[in-house]
């Protein structure tokens, strides 16, 4: 008889790492910081969110770590109707944002910390099997994915939930690629953190949660920036005619794409602040959103 042959194991870790170290490097604190000035908490419900609670299944009375909370999406909803919640980001701006939230609607249970996923967790008073469910909401640009699994496996006590692209990054948005002329940018960040798991003998299950993603800038030239950014190492392998024709593209685009924002759900109409040339001035939006689909993968910790 025919011995099936074994399947060569695969170093899903080292692939990830590779993977990271091409990519365009993470967005640091101090982006976060600055990028927080943009962001709200609106009333208004986000299928996302609510797709990400009802997946994740939390039993009533369970404590949670919300990893990468951002401004509080998943935090505030949690701690409204009584759990008590670890909400965790590198972001002062990102969490004094949601503070401010949690302040105006009298919620006491949230547990603020500025903290990162390369930090030692223990100092900052998240220790192991501290609470019984982890979350990490489109949160997981990392450099080590395998690590930064493992963290959540050991603060958690029953069960982790974690949200990972499936198509391009979501850092960058495919409709600017196309409008220059450059090769896309495509991901399939959940597939290593799926076989990863696998590999350590977990039991991931996989959903699927479609957001909208609705971006605002301070002014035209924040716009130009971030998108300009975004593109930049693509950009940087074109000759200098081939690049201004791809940047002349993008003008093109925002041209038909940026709309004032003040007529956004929870958006002001106004930036707080200075514009260029000290002006204040309205936010601004793209008239179409990005569409992005996220994998949400959740195991129990116990194999």
Same mark, same amino acid.
Request: proline share 4%.
């Given at each position: 008889?025919?011995?099936?042959?074994?399947?060569?194991?695969?170093?899903?870790?080292?692939?990830?790492?590779?993977?990271?170290?091409?990519?365009?490097?993470?967005?640091?604190?101090?982006?976060?910081?600055?990028?927080?000035?943009?962001?709200?908490?609106?009333?208004?419900?986000?299928?996302?969110?609510?797709?990400?609670?009802?997946?994740?299944?939390?039993?009533?009375?369970?404590?949670? +770590?919300?990893?990468?909370?951002?401004?509080?999406?998943? #935090?505030?909803?949690?701690?409204?109707?009584?759990?008590?919640?670890?909400?965790?980001?590198?972001?002062?701006?990102?969490?004094?944002?949601?503070?401010?939230?949690?302040?105006?609607?009298?919620?006491?249970?949230?547990?603020?910390?500025?903290? #990162?996923?390369?930090?030692?967790?223990?100092?900052?008073?998240?220790?192991?099997? #501290?609470?019984?469910?982890?979350?990490?909401?489109?949160?997981?640009?990392?450099?080590?994915?395998?690590?930064? +699994?493992?963290?959540?496996?050991?603060?958690?006590?029953?069960?982790?939930?974690?949200?990972?692209?499936?198509?391009?990054?979501?850092?960058?948005? *495919?409709?600017?690629?196309?409008?220059?002329?450059?090769?896309?940018?495509?991901?399939?960040?959940?597939?290593?953190?799926? *076989?990863?798991?696998?590999?350590?003998?977990?039991?991931?299950?996989?959903?699927?949660?479609?957001?909208?993603?609705?971006?605002?800038?301070?002014?035209?030239?924040?716009?130009?920036?971030?998108?300009?950014?975004?593109?930049?190492?693509?950009?940087?392998?074109?000759?200098?005619?081939?690049?201004?024709?791809?940047?002349?593209?993008?003008?093109?685009?925002?041209?038909?794409?940026?709309?004032?924002?003040?007529?956004?759900?929870?958006?002001?109409?106004?930036?707080?602040?200075?514009?260029?040339?000290?002006?204040?001035?309205?936010?601004?939006?793209?008239?179409?959103?990005?569409?992005?689909?996220?994998?949400?993968?959740?195991?129990?910790?116990?194999?």
């Amino acid at each position: 008889m025919t011995q099936t042959p074994a399947l060569a194991p695969i170093d899903w870790s080292g692939r990830w790492k590779a993977f990271q170290a091409a990519r365009r490097r993470s967005d640091d604190a101090a982006y976060w910081d600055e990028r927080s000035k943009t962001f709200t908490v609106a009333d208004a419900p986000s299928t996302y969110v609510e797709d990400f609670l009802r997946l994740a299944a939390i039993r009533p009375g369970e404590t949670v +770590l919300d990893m990468g909370c951002g401004t509080g999406a998943l #935090s505030i909803p949690l701690g409204a109707v009584g759990h008590k919640v670890v909400a965790a980001d590198f972001s002062a701006g990102m969490l004094g944002v949601m503070e401010r939230t949690l302040a105006e609607k009298a919620i006491a249970s949230v547990r603020p910390v500025q903290m #990162s996923w390369e930090d030692d967790w223990e100092a900052r008073g998240v220790g192991e099997k #501290s609470v019984d469910v982890c979350m990490a909401s489109r949160s997981m640009a990392v450099a080590d994915l395998q690590a930064a +699994l493992d963290k959540l496996c050991r603060t958690a006590r029953r069960r982790v939930c974690v949200t990972l692209a499936t198509g391009s990054s979501p850092r960058m948005d *495919n409709r600017v690629f196309r409008v220059m002329g450059l090769p896309e940018d495509v991901a399939r960040d959940y597939l290593f953190a799926f *076989n990863m798991l696998a590999d350590g003998g977990f039991c991931p299950e996989v959903s699927y949660i479609r957001s909208v993603r609705r971006d605002r800038f301070s002014s035209r030239e924040d716009a130009r920036d971030r998108y300009r950014k975004m593109a930049e190492q693509a950009l940087d392998q074109l000759r200098a005619s081939a690049r201004a024709a791809a940047l002349a593209r993008l003008e093109r685009w925002l041209d038909e794409q940026l709309v004032p924002a003040g007529d956004e759900a929870g958006a002001p109409a106004k930036l707080h602040g200075a514009r260029e040339g000290g002006e204040a001035g309205e936010w601004l939006r793209l008239k179409d959103p990005q569409i992005t689909t996220w994998a949400f993968v959740a195991w129990d910790v116990e194999r």
